[in-house]
């Protein structure tokens, strides 16, 4: 089965707008022309424009990191998916960071998955336990949780136009990064038969289902060579234009 291979960088509240422009241009112009993935770029949204400007002509797509799940209304500092559409590709939705600081759970991340692919938005659906939850033994029910959050009432249709990043909180921004091996088991061994058992095998095979958390240039071409890990959902790194080009050269791993 082959999946899509997607390395995103996730700028998080990081870059002016003109400060996102010069980085994005960084990697553009480094960027090698034969890729074995597709790179995405998720800055805020006010450097939106800026990046779209620079990555305009190269393989370069756009992302957003979190939209509402209405076209529009009254809904203060909120940015819709129909005001994403025009820009982006990609919009990662239920980030931990989100669940975490700003309460998103999953019944509103399953009303944005659902109107992000409604504007043609791809969803980056991230899912994750966290460390107490992962010394608890509970990784693989916070993970099927997440999962059945985020496609309830979604088609099978739907749901092969999604993407998953399966973060373990305790591994971003720490540091700490799950062993290859760990983050290939959450995968096959919990995320996919997740999938399976709301779809079926050949759904569960086909999402692209990314790893994140302290990816870097040194440790991505082990992520990314594991058999379930199709790229990588890349904060801090991402921050660096040198780091970032190493990750996505690590995708190489994979052909
Ligand atoms: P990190 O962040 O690479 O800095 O750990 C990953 C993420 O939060 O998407």
């Known amino acids: 089965m082959t999946r899509k291979i997607i390395i995103a960088g996730n700028w998080k509240m990081h870059k002016t707008p003109q400060e996102a422009g010069v ?12 890729l074995a993935c597709e790179v995405v770029l998720c800055p805020s949204h006010t450097a939106l424009a800026t990046v779209s400007t620079a990555i305009a002509g190269s393989a370069v797509q756009l992302g957003a990191q979190n ?35 700003f309460g998103e759970i999953n019944e509103t991340v399953n009303r944005k998955v659902k109107s992000a692919l409604k504007y043609g938005l ?31 009432g979604l088609s099978a249709e739907d749901a092969l136009k999604t993407v998953i990043a399966y973060e373990p909180v305790w591994a971003i921004g720490t540091g700490k990064t799950a062993t290859a091996q760990q983050a290939d088991d959450v995968i096959g061994l919990y995320i996919r038969p997740a999938l399976a058992a709301l779809y079926d095998e050949v759904v569960a095979q086909s999402i692209t289902i990314q790893y994140g958390g302290s990816v870097k240039a040194s440790n991505a071409a082990e992520l990314l060579g594991m058999p379930n890990i199709d790229g990588a959902l890349v904060g801090g790194a991402s921050l660096q234009a040198g780091e970032f080009l190493g990750i996505v050269a690590g995708a190489s791993a994979k052909s």
């Open 122 to 152: 791809t969803p980056i659906i991230c899912v994750g336990e966290n460390l107490a939850e992962n010394e608890a033994g509970l990784t693989q029910a916070v993970v099927s949780d997440h999962v059945n959050g985020a496609y309830a």
């Open 67 to 101: 939209c509402h799940w209405e076209a529009q209304g009254a809904f203060t500092g909120e940015t819709s998916p129909a005001m994403l559409a025009g820009w982006c590709q990609y919009v990662i939705i239920g980030h931990s960071e989100r669940r975490q600081f």
């Open 23 to 34: 980085l994005a241009q960084a990697i553009v112009s480094a960027m090698p022309t034969n």
